[in-house]
């Protein structure tokens, strides 16, 4: 029997204020849906944490009726089908990464695009499924002001996510394992992963102990602890002192026979 456990939390805004996270999540019967909202290209469009929330929706909708199509078939349909019913432009829209997991007896089918990542477990160690291109754009430079993102967003050479444009969905990085293969997985936001990847808390095999010892909070709290000794940004510079945070363990257990 597949057990899901889920963690999340609120971050602060640019300005150091709370509000509410733009991270969301959603367990159906045989998949998860972790997306993680985008900070909105202009000041008078919505926030990517409301988009965040349509898509998440419009996804679980589709999963739900589709359980077994292409994952990125689905998510392209599910872009389309926010951004024709709240009049989303390409380029003028608020965007969001997205993760899915979907597992049936036979496979584990996974989806990421952007840097929201999937990690699959088994005998030989962690698979991470990752998408780069905004972090290695950011590394080298390239996204250092706001036309720079705009200019790099859904573009050839630049980075790719949800936002009103489906063919996005074809850029997405995906995975599929045999299901006797996995026996877990973890699907994290970027407030999350940046304990592995920037701030070198632990690898992610130490976040799966840790998550299954003492639940994925565990591990939320111990990127929390970090930053908070590291208030001003000194030793990991950041955009925020706190990114929201979302964490899912997907146990699998015995697979089936």
Same mark, same amino acid.
């Given at each position: 029997?597949?057990?899901?456990?889920?963690?999340?939390?609120?971050?602060?805004?640019?300005?150091?204020?709370?509000?509410?996270?733009?991270? =969301?999540?959603?367990?159906?019967? $045989?998949?998860?849906?972790?997306?993680?909202?985008?900070?909105?290209?202009?000041?008078?469009?919505?926030?990517?944490?409301?988009?965040?929330?349509?898509?998440?929706?419009?996804?679980?909708?589709?999963?739900?009726?589709?359980?077994?199509?292409?994952?990125?078939?689905?998510?392209?349909?599910?872009?389309?089908?926010?951004?024709?019913?709240?009049?989303?432009?390409?380029?003028?829209?608020?965007?969001?990464?997205?993760?899915?997991?979907?597992?049936?007896?036979?496979?584990?089918?996974?989806?990421?695009?952007?840097?929201?990542?999937?990690?699959?477990?088994?005998?030989?160690?962690?698979?991470?499924?990752?998408?780069?291109?905004?972090?290695?754009?950011?590394?080298?430079?390239?996204?250092?002001?706001?036309?720079?993102?705009?200019?790099?967003? $859904?573009?050839?050479?630049?980075?790719?996510?949800?936002?009103?444009?489906?063919?996005?969905?074809?850029?997405?990085?995906?995975?599929?394992?045999?299901?006797?293969?996995?026996?877990?997985?973890?699907?994290?936001?970027?407030?999350?992963?940046?304990?592995?990847?920037?701030?070198?808390?632990?690898?992610?095999?130490?976040?799966?102990?840790?998550?299954?010892?003492?639940?994925?909070?565990?591990?939320?709290?111990?990127?929390?602890?970090?930053?908070?000794?590291?208030?001003?940004?000194?030793?990991?510079?950041?955009?925020?002192? =706190?990114?929201?945070?979302?964490?899912?363990?997907?146990?699998?257990?015995?697979?089936?026979?």
């Amino acid at each position: 029997m597949v057990e899901i456990a889920v963690a999340e939390r609120d971050g602060v805004g640019a300005d150091g204020a709370s509000r509410p996270t733009e991270d =969301h999540v959603a367990v159906l019967g $045989n998949a998860v849906v972790v997306l993680d909202g985008a900070t909105a290209p202009r000041p008078d469009l919505p926030s990517g944490g409301w988009y965040a929330g349509l898509l998440v929706r419009s996804l679980s909708q589709a999963l739900t009726a589709e359980p077994e199509a292409d994952l990125a078939v689905l998510l392209a349909g599910s872009i389309a089908d926010v951004a024709g019913r709240e009049g989303l432009e390409p380029g003028r829209s608020p965007s969001s990464t997205v993760a899915i997991a979907r597992w049936t007896d036979e496979s584990v089918d996974a989806l990421v695009l952007a840097d929201s990542p999937i990690i699959a477990f088994g005998p030989s160690g962690p698979d991470p499924l990752t998408d780069d291109r905004l972090v290695s754009l950011r590394d080298s430079g390239q996204l250092r002001t706001g036309a720079d993102v705009r200019a790099k967003r $859904n573009a050839p050479g630049g980075f790719w996510v949800a936002e009103a444009e489906p063919k996005a969905a074809d850029e997405a990085v995906r995975r599929s394992w045999p299901r006797s293969e996995v026996e877990a997985l973890l699907l994290a936001t970027d407030g999350v992963s940046i304990g592995v990847d920037e701030y070198d808390l632990f690898d992610w095999p130490e976040v799966l102990a840790l998550s299954r010892e003492r639940g994925p909070d565990a591990v939320l709290d111990a990127v929390r602890t970090a930053e908070k000794q590291d208030p001003d940004g000194v030793r990991w510079p950041r955009a925020k002192r =706190h990114d929201d945070q979302l964490l899912v363990l997907v146990e699998f257990g015995v697979a089936p026979g």
